[in-house]
């Protein structure tokens, strides 16, 4: 590793029209030289290039082309420059070697190589070690070679392109292929592409669900000691099994500030470990003495200590930080494991766990509790305050329901509440009574949740909310009635709705996100906006006017539809399957306001499609249940849905006569077409109170190719009934149709239910 760190530039190459092709990126060093570093366990790794050279990419799946023209304007990339790094496991050196001539190191190559350790070592702008990642495959000589490039260009200054066969960003997603511009004061940053390997689209074997993990963490054993301020002492203990031959090194997602001490195997053998300083390529990785054997089963005792996951905020309140990467986390929210977790904290303040409470304690000054989780969870939290806790069990669905929330509101707050009477506690009530709501309503939609608890948290935070399995961390604000939300921020409409909708939001995580995981940031609507419509039928189950629930559908049409500032809608930024990446310069919210309420509306979509006057929603309560049965403790793709959908489908959804979906999801997952409509009627009085209704719909601004399903309703004096849906195919009019009705009603409505996200929905009776 220090042979890595350290080296330096031992043989230069001339090169002239050299092209080094690495799957969609292409390299042309028309002239100049390139310098590799000395060579560590006989293999070189590092190269860097001073001279002319152009780097192109074409993208290969439409989508990335569609998103890199969104971000950049181009179809392509084509960068000129005149400096570069690499590093690389592949055959690189070799063939650069067999295709140049010797020569001197070239003027300027030791400062390019201080230039690009400054770059990848600056935690800003860096990220993971590089070298940890190199010293990986260097010890495991079964994996495939990977390659990547640092471009100093002469208009992206810092483009970073990679094929990587463990995952580009395994964080993220399987895809290999990745283009980032790093440059953090751009502001065209980020992923440009991040894609499959150009041959797996070509072969049909492109696939996002792929598992490149390496090891799988089945049990973490902890044990943590807050002290009286913000310092956090822990060991742990991980029980793991090798899912692959060879491996030696292994990466946590451990907090670069908290600073490991030392790291055991089972035998109590020291383990050698890398963390370089915190504010550096401080990620922590740790050497194993043999390499890992498939299928067995290891144990690591890691001790480690510092700050920065809890901030004293003020008033008995603490701000929860490093949420996933508090403890050596490996795979968190894509891996399960159980745990076991002990906490020892000044016996003046309360913790709250994920799991259950199997015992409490006095030890000192500190107040010690175990908690203990015996369905494997997607990832361990806690909570942290001088709270008060109030607690029921639901008669219903047998869960025990918790709330905690302090007396004093956060420092930042101090003022105010010394002028309105603010105590968070005061109002866990009312929270508790949502949360019990929430487990009664989305038991019965989507099944049973196995935890038996849930704890409903006051953060100090006061404008989003987080759910782990069993704890949910609520925003402050969610503890303050209207009067004081109204006085501390005023009359904001948009303020109303997130708190009337936050809690169902959160509770439904424990489906969406924890029994139900997302396999990679493609699919994460699975999980926000499946939550989001949980929070719709929420609304439509405790409110006893449909207003709220209609209302929050036209606020979803809105947040996805609403140009903002700079003339982008949130769904120019691009299909939602695009996840995370949506949110760019041109539209810095397009993540949340579009995977978040494009994502319930789906859902939505499909649970009207599947409605029936007869039977109402059991056709798709029995598809959720599936689901939720079919991916228990596991991660769900986007395909893996509608597999589910499709085996739920009614016969009048099979548009293209295929009993699939593909339609459907081509045109809301992968697609960005938003329609219109227009439903022009007449009643005519027959005898016997019968009407004659007769119109015509049309649907526009979509492609020739686009299908959809649109219901038609009857509004007699406010009550609603579904009539029955017309198949619309194009921009087009369906021709005059003609219905004999047995009553005669005020008004016929098409998309009364925003059924349908759409631009426009009219009806004109004529």
Not at 33 to 51: H, Q, T
Not at 66 to 78: A, P, Q, S
């Amino acid at each position: 590793y220090r042979g890595l760190r350290e080296g330096e530039i031992f043989e230069s190459y001339e090169v002239k029209d050299l092209v080094v092709k690495r799957d969609a990126g292409t390299f042309t060093f028309r002239s100049g030289r390139i310098s590799f570093l000395s060579p560590v366990m006989s293999r070189v790794v590092k190269a860097v290039f001073v001279g002319e050279g152009e780097f192109a990419l074409v993208p290969v799946p439409p989508l990335e082309r569609d998103y890199l023209r969104t971000v950049t304007e181009r179809e392509t990339v084509e960068e000129a420059f005149s400096k570069a790094a690499f590093c690389f496991t592949d055959g690189t050196y070799e063939e650069i070697k067999a295709k140049s001539q010797p020569a001197s190191e070239p003027s300027g190559a030791r400062d390019l190589l201080g230039d690009f350790y400054k770059r990848v070592r600056d935690r800003a702008r860096g990220g993971d070690n590089v070298e940890a990642e190199i010293l990986a495959d260097i010890y495991n000589s079964q994996r495939a070679g990977f390659f990547s490039a640092y471009i100093f260009g002469r208009k992206y200054d810092d483009l970073r392109y990679g094929v990587f066969p463990l995952g580009a960003i395994p964080r993220l997603a399987p895809e290999e292929v990745v283009l980032v511009n790093a440059n953090s004061s751009d502001e065209k940053r980020g992923i440009w592409y991040l894609a499959h390997l150009a041959d797996e689209y070509k072969n049909g074997t492109a696939s996002s669900e792929e598992n490149k993990h390496i090891i799988d963490v089945e049990h973490y054993q902890i044990e943590t000691v807050i002290d009286g301020g913000e310092k956090l002492t822990s060991s742990a203990e991980l029980t793991f099994t090798a899912l692959s031959n060879g491996d030696r090194v292994l990466g946590f997602g451990l907090l670069p500030y908290l600073r490991v001490t030392r790291v055991r195997a089972a035998d109590d053998r020291e383990i050698n470990f890398i963390q370089e300083r915190s504010n550096q390529d401080g990620s922590f990785y740790a050497i194993l003495p043999e390499p890992l054997v498939k299928g067995r089963q290891y144990k690591l005792a890691i001790e480690y200590q510092g700050n920065k996951v809890i901030e004293d905020a003020g008033g008995g309140n603490f701000a929860i930080g490093a949420r996933t990467s508090w403890y050596p986390s490996i795979n968190s929210f894509n891996d399960r494991a159980t745990f076991d977790i002990t906490f020892k904290v000044p016996k003046q303040y309360t913790l709250v766990g994920v799991g259950k409470e199997v015992k409490n304690w006095k030890e000192g000054d500190f107040a010690a509790s175990q908690w203990v989780s015996e369905v494997p969870l997607a990832v361990a939290g806690f909570n942290y305050g001088l709270f008060k806790k109030k607690e029921l069990t639901d008669s219903v669905t047998g869960y025990k329901i918790e709330g905690y929330a302090t007396p004093n509101v956060p420092g930042y707050l101090k003022a105010a509440a010394e002028e309105i009477s603010l105590s968070p506690s005061r109002m866990i009530d009312g929270t508790m009574v949502d949360a019990q709501n929430s487990m009664r309503i989305f038991t019965h939609w989507f099944g049973e949740a196995p935890y038996g608890r849930i704890a409903i948290t006051q953060q100090p935070q006061p404008n989003f909310g987080q759910s782990w399995p069993t704890l949910v961390y609520l925003p402050l604000i969610a503890y303050l009635d209207s009067t004081q939300r109204w006085m501390l921020l005023g009359n904001q409409a948009s303020l109303t709705a997130f708190i009337q909708e936050v809690t169902a939001h959160e509770v439904a995580h424990q489906w969406w996100g924890h029994i139900v995981g997302w396999a990679s940031y493609h699919d994460q609507w699975l999980s926000e906006g499946f939550a989001s419509f949980s929070a719709s039928i929420f609304l439509q189950a405790t409110e006893r006017k449909p207003d709220k629930y209609l209302k929050f559908w036209d606020n979803e049409r809105k947040t996805i539809l609403e140009k903002n500032r700079w003339g982008n809608r949130p769904n120019d930024a691009g299909p939602i399957w695009m996840g995370l990446r949506l949110s760019t310069f041109k539209n810095p919210g397009g993540y949340s306001q579009l995977v978040y309420p494009k994502g319930a509306y789906i859902l939505h979509m499909l649970r009207w499609m599947m409605f029936d006057r007869q039977d109402g929603d059991k056709r798709f309560i029995e598809m959720m249940k599936d689901f939720v049965k079919t991916h228990f403790n596991r991660n769900a793709f986007t395909e893996s849905f509608k597999r589910v959908v499709e085996r739920h489908m009614k016969p009048t959804m099979d548009l293209d006569g295929n009993g699939r979906m593909d339609w459907f999801f081509n045109q809301w997952v992968y697609g960005m077409e938003i329609p219109s409509y227009k439903f022009n009627y007449t009643l005519t009085p027959e005898s016997e109170g019968k009407a004659l209704l007769k119109g015509t719909i049309t649907q526009s601004g979509v492609s020739a190719n686009f299908k959809m399903l649109v219901p038609l309703y009857l509004d007699y004096k406010g009550k609603i009934i579904r009539l029955g849906e017309a198949k619309m195919v194009g921009s087009s009019t369906m021709s005059e149709f003609s219905i004999r009705l047995s009553e005669r009603p005020d008004k016929v409505l098409i998309n009364a239910n925003h059924d349908i996200l759409a631009f426009e929905s009219v009806s004109n009776k004529k």
